[in-house]
């Protein structure tokens, strides 16, 4: 079956922009979690959706939002970029309900300059 | 505040070898506990996992041991091989209704050596 998918790849912004990532899980899979990766902090929960609505929510500011689709899935959306939003934005899908099995996509590499 | 630490950044093993890669934490709520494999410009790859309820797991060459008092656990890799060389992180989830945000160390790069 076909795995996470993560859109774009890579991407490279400019200071102050707002920038949209996409991610589709794996068919069936209702929870979909979002880390971001640097290389100074490790990965670290940015939120997580199920059935459309966020369960949890990580330590970051407002500028980082997300949402679920009635598909399961999800977008995330950074405003106003900062050159430290440059990292690797990771998406996890589970089923959701009393499982831990999270499958990563590759991620996508954002760039902010 | 750190709540999971895996404070070796890095491990060289010969292949054939054990590897044991170790993580600590913080938090008594704390209830599983997972280990990921991450090759670079991939997503990280689920390894293995293990219950608060018990004390050792094992999966074909690996095994995670966990010692709750001292709130540590570990990963064995036996024996080692040229393609296990990637970052280890440790995660771990406090099973509180609706919360299965895992928590990541830093991570461990472990490399094996033919």
């Known amino acids: 079956k076909a795995g996470v998918t993560q859109t774009p790849r890579y991407l490279i912004k400019t200071r102050g922009q707002q920038v949209t990532l996409s991610c589709s899980p794996i068919?069936?899979?209702?929870?979909v979690s979002w880390y971001q990766q640097t290389p100074g902090q490790g990965l670290q929960f940015l939120f997580e959706y199920f059935s459309e609505t966020q369960r949890n929510k990580g330590n970051f500011p407002g500028r980082f939002s997300g949402r679920q689709f009635s598909n399961s899935r999800s977008e995330m959306n950074v405003s106003t970029l900062e050159l430290g939003d440059s990292a690797l934005y990771l998406c996890?899908?589970?089923?959701?309900?009393?499982?831990?099995?999270?499958?990563f996509g590759s991620g996508t590499r954002l760039t902010v300059v | 505040d750190q709540q999971v630490k895996q404070n070796s950044p890095s491990l060289s093993v010969q292949e054939g070898r054990i590897s044991i890669l170790n993580c600590d934490y913080t938090?008594?709520?704390?209830?599983?506990f997972l280990w990921y494999k991450k090759y670079p410009a991939e997503g990280p790859t689920f390894l293995i996992s293990i219950s608060s309820i018990k004390d050792k797991n094992e999966d074909g060459r690996f095994t995670v041991f966990l010692n709750k008092s001292a709130k540590h656990l570990s990963l064995h890799i036996v024996p080692s091989q040229p393609g296990d060389s990637a970052v280890y992180f440790c995660a771990a989830s406090a099973s509180e209704a609706g919360s299965y945000q895992l928590t990541f160390g830093k991570g461990t790069k472990l490399s094996v050596i033919p």
């Open positions: 068919s069936g899979h209702r929870s």
């Open positions: 996890a899908s589970s089923l959701g309900t009393g499982s831990y099995g999270y499958t």
């Open positions: 938090n008594s709520m704390f209830d599983y």
